[in-house]
C-alpha cells in the first residue's frame, strides 16, 4: 500500500526552540515511520522578510542539524532546503495566475507584515501563501503537520488546488492541517507572556541551542509567586506551565510529587517550594536538551556529512517534484 503524503516546512529566522521540538519536531519523528514524510526548510519564505541573506546559509544548516539531531531520520524522511528544489518555483509560477490580489490582501499574515515592514511590503509577502500552497502540493501531500496559526494557509492551498483542478484537470489531492488527532501542547514563555519565539522573548524561551548554565538561569528566572493561598487552587498560566515543562521532560514521580504539594498547599502552610522545583526542573532540561544540542553542534562542524544530508534530501525531494511538475505541464500547456 502506498503511504499517505505527510508535508511540512520550517523558515529557517532565528533559533529552534522548545515550542518548535513539541509543536513541530517531536511529530516528525514519529511521523516518518507511517507516512511518506517531506520536511523543509523554507529559505525562499525567509527572504519576504529578511532580504540580508548574510546569515541565511549558517541558519538554514542551523535549521538542518537541529532537526536531524532531534530524531529526524534521513533515510526515512525527505529532509531538504526550498530552494533545492526548482521545481516549487515553477508550480508557484502556475498557481498564481489562480491566486486573486483580493483574497492575498486579504490574509491576517499579509496585513500583519503590511503593519510590522511598512517599508518593504514586496509582492513575495503578497504571495507567500501560494509559495506555501506550492510546497505542499509539489508532492501532492495530504497531510500537514502546523499550528492552528497556519490554518489560513492551508485553506488557501485548498482553494488553489481546486481552482487548478477545475480549471486544467484533476492533479492534486486537497491538503489538510494534521497532528495525530491531538492537541499540540502549547509551551508558554517562561516569563509568562505569551509563546515561546524564535526571535523575541529570549531569555524565557529556552532554545535548543542554549548551554547547560544559560538553560539554568533562564528557568531560575521563570516567573513564579508566593505560592498558592488555598489547597486544590486553580493554577495560574505561568505556574501550569512549569508543570507542562516538567511533564515533558521529568519522571512522572517527580511531577506527582510537585503536584501533591501544590494541591495539599494552603496560605501559612505552603508545602510548594517553586525554588526547589526549579532546580529539578533546570537539571532535566538540562538532560533534555545537551544531547540534542550536542548532536547538532557535531553535524554543524561536519559541513561534509551535512551537505551530503541535503542532498539525500533534494534528491528525493526532486524526484517527487518532477514527476508532479510534469502532469502539471501536461495539464497547463498541452
Ligand atoms: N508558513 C509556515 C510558518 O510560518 C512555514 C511554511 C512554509 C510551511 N511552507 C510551508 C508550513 C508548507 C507547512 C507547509 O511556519
Known amino acids: 500500500m502506498t503511504k499517505e503524503v505527510v508535508l511540512s516546512g520550517i523558515r529557517p529566522t ?100 503590511v503593519r510590522t515592514q511598512p517599508d518593504n511590503v514586496n509582492a513575495g509577502l503578497l504571495t507567500y501563501p501560494v509559495l506555501q500552497a506550492a510546497d505542499i502540493l509539489i508532492h501532492r501531500a495530504v497531510k500537514v503537520p502546523v499550528g492552528k496559526d497556519q490554518e489560513q494557509n492551508m485553506e488557501m492551498a485548498r482553494n488553489f488546488a481546486q481552482r487548478f483542478n477545475h480549471r486544467y484537470g484533476e492533479v492534486f489531492p486537497e491538503p489538510y492541517g494534521f ?76 511531577v506527582q510529587k510537585f503536584n501533591d504539594d501544590f494541591n495539599n498547599s494552603s496560605l501559612g502552610n505552603c508545602l510548594i517550594r517553586y525554588g526547589d522545583m526549579k532546580k529539578q526542573l533546570a537539571e532535566d532540561m538540562v538532560n533534555f536538551i545537551k544531547p540534542i544540542r550536542e548532536k547538532a553542534t557535531d553535524l554543524q562542524n561536519n559541513i561534509e556529512q551535512l551537505e551530503s544530508i541535503m542532498k539525500q534530501g533534494a534528491d528525493k525531494a526532486r524526484a517527487s517534484a518532477s514527476e508532479t511538475i510534469k502532469l502539471v505541464r501536461k495539464a497547463v500547456l498541452g
Open 14 to 113: 532565528g533559533f529552534l526552540h522548545l515550542g518548535n521540538y513539541f509543536g513541530a519536531m517531536r511529530n516528525y519523528v514519529r511521523m516518518q515511520d507511517d507516512y511518506d514524510c517531506y520536511f523543509f526548510v523554507a529559505n525562499w519564505h525567509s527572504l519576504t522578510t529578511h532580504p540580508d541573506t548574510k546569515e541565511l546559509k549558517t541558519a538554514v544548516r542551523r535549521v538542518v542539524a537541529e532537526n536531524i539531531a532531534c530524531g529526524v531520520d534521513p533515510g526515512k524522511a525527505a529532509f531538504y532546503v526550498q530552494s533545492d528544489v526548482p521545481e516549487i518555483a515553477e508550480l508557484y509560477l502556475y498557481l498564481n495566475m489562480l491566486a486573486y490580489k483580493g483574497e492575498l490582501e486579504k490574509t491576517t499574515t499579509f496585513k500583519d507584515k
Open 179 to 254: 497532528n495525530y488527532g491531538e492537541q499540540l501542547v502549547k509551551i508558554m514563555s517562561l516569563d509568562g507572556n505569551g509563546k515561546m519565539s524564535k526571535s523575541e522573548n529570549q531569555l524565557s524561551t529556552l532554545y535548543l541551542a542554549d548551554e547547560d548554565d544559560l538553560i539554568r538561569k533562564k528557568i531560575m528566572k521563570a516567573k513564579t509567586d508566593q505560592g498558592p493561598e488555598q489547597t486544590n487552587a486553580t493554577k495560574p498560566d505561568y505556574i501550569e506551565n512549569l508543570f507542562t515543562l516538567m511533564n515533558l521532560v521529568s519522571t512522572t514521580d517527580t
